[in-house]
């Protein structure tokens, strides 16, 4: 959310436990229908089967809404939520993550380190 924030995108949170909380600056709604401005991307952070119901919510929305893209993030997919979006009309993105896309899209992943061997999850070897 920050990252995307700092790109210039309006983030919205929506989380039933963490409604009328404040993150980052915006308020956290229960669901979407909450939401009392208009939106063109809801990002799914839940597991896949979650995503259905979502989903549906999102088709019910979009008209009013102006949600144009589905998409759920790494490790998430849901074929009839995706087909059932499509067929209203929505783009689906089905496991990608909008950070990552946004960097590989624009040339950022080499900035941080990334296939350059600077940045790497595995432990340098020391040795002895």
């Known amino acids: 959310m920050k990252y995307l924030q700092s790109k210039g995108f309006r983030v919205i949170p929506v989380n039933p436990t963490a409604a009328g909380t404040n993150l980052l600056g915006e308020n956290t709604y229960p669901d979407l229908t909450s939401i009392p401005?208009?939106?063109?991307?809801?990002?799914?952070?839940r597991n896949s089967k979650a995503a259905g119901p979502i989903?549906?919510?999102?088709?019910?929305?979009?008209?009013?809404?102006g949600i144009k893209v589905i998409w759920m993030q790494l490790g998430i997919q849901n074929d009839k939520a995706a087909a059932s979006a499509?067929?209203?009309?929505?783009?689906?993105?089905?496991n990608r993550c909008?950070?990552?896309e946004f960097g590989r899209l624009y040339s950022e992943l080499s900035w941080s380190g990334v296939n350059s061997k600077i940045i790497s999850a595995k432990r340098p070897r020391i040795k002895r």
């Open 98 to 100: 909008p950070k990552i």
């Open 86 to 94: 499509e067929r209203a009309g929505l783009k689906v993105i089905m």
């Open 55 to 65: 989903t549906d919510e999102a088709i019910g929305l979009s008209d009013s809404k």
């Open 37 to 45: 401005d208009n939106f063109e991307m809801v990002d799914i952070f």
